[in-house]
């Protein structure tokens, strides 16, 4: 960050803490700290993560994880958005198109973070939709890959696992999945 890019942006966090109720999140001493550090983006980085967890610890203590599991689920979408528009052409050696095809397991794991707050009727949307996703990345192919050892660099690397097969179709069709859900997500209603 340079000067008051930096501080304007720190600001916005902040009101962004107000308007969801967690401004406990950002002390005093840490604006202060803010202040002190712009042009210093290691110390940024590491303030950065400082007010995360305590964003995360603010909400989980003020009875606000339904929301926080809604900043999470945006979040994820918006990282998905961006990598799938960042892909020109299908390749399924593309390093991108892998890490979406590895994102099935995420997919899981929010769902059932959804699932404790479904009493909540906006995650329960976000959960509905969620679930489209989730139909379309069952039909991935999972493959057991057995255990191979290699060297690299003088060390040795221990292989094996799961690997998940994409189609250009399925890519496709997942890329569109997350549009939809995003442009639900940003979108004016």
């Given at each position: 960050f340079k000067g008051t890019e930096g501080l304007k942006?720190?600001?916005?966090?902040?009101?962004?803490g107000d308007d969801l109720g967690i401004s406990g999140a950002i002390s005093e001493s840490t604006a202060d700290r803010i202040k002190q550090n712009i042009g210093k983006n290691d110390s940024l980085t590491d303030i950065s993560n400082t007010l995360y967890y305590s964003a995360i610890a603010e909400m989980e203590k003020s009875d606000k994880a339904s929301l926080l599991s809604l900043v999470?689920?945006?979040?994820?979408?918006?990282?998905?958005n961006i990598v799938t528009n960042l892909v020109k052409k299908f390749d399924v050696k593309n390093p991108a198109i892998e890490r979406i095809a590895e994102q099935k397991y995420t997919l899981d794991n929010l769902i059932g973070y959804l699932d404790k707050y479904k009493a909540d009727e906006n995650v329960a949307a976000v959960s509905g939709q969620l679930g489209e996703l989730k139909v379309i990345y069952d039909g991935l192919k999972e493959e057991a890959s057995t255990g191979t050892m290699s060297a690299k660099n003088g060390k040795k690397v221990?292989?094996?696992?799961?690997?998940?097969?994409?189609?250009?179709?399925?890519?496709?069709?997942?890329?569109?999945?997350?549009?939809?859900?995003?442009?639900?997500?940003?979108?004016?209603?």
């Open positions: 942006y720190f600001v916005n966090v902040k009101k962004l999470i689920t945006g979040g994820w979408i918006e990282s998905m221990l292989g094996g696992g799961t690997s998940i097969t994409i189609t250009e179709d399925q890519y496709k069709a997942i890329s569109e999945k997350v549009k939809s859900i995003h442009d639900s997500f940003t979108m004016a209603k």
